[in-house]
């Protein structure tokens, strides 16, 4: 059964920083690109950043760009998202995603964390 958990949401005033981790199990993580979407109140679930299998490869999207910095330990299974310069418009429930490599979708998804960034 896979199973990725999510960790280190919390509150913090804008400007500051989070870290967020995933740690994933019940699945073969370096055969998997690894991503983190959000979703806020009232809005649909948007994509924040990617990983691709051996960590070399990252993206994101253009509103994190330079703030926020995805990477992984494919030894522990573990995908973080360091947040850095956080605007109260990164309030969110951030979710791990899985992608097995050469799908078209994320395949597994966690229960998220919450980040409230207050202004």
């Known amino acids: 059964q896979v199973q990725l958990v999510e960790s280190g949401g919390g509150l913090v005033q804008a400007g500051g920083s989070l870290r967020l981790s995933c740690a994933a199990s019940?699945?073969?993580?370096?055969?998997?690109?690894m991503g983190w979407f959000r979703q806020a109140p009232g809005k649909e679930r948007e994509f924040v950043a990617g990983i691709y299998w051996g960590g070399g490869s990252t993206f994101y999207a253009d509103s994190v760009k330079g703030r926020f910095t995805i990477s992984r330990d494919n030894a522990k299974n573990t995908v973080n998202l360091q947040m850095s310069s956080l605007k109260p418009e990164d309030t969110a429930v951030y979710y791990c995603?899985?992608?097995?490599?050469?799908?078209?979708?994320?395949?597994?998804w966690g229960q998220g964390t919450q980040v409230t960034v207050s202004s």
């Open positions: 019940g699945l073969t993580f370096s055969n998997y690109v």
């Open positions: 995603a899985a992608q097995r490599r050469g799908g078209a979708r994320y395949d597994y």
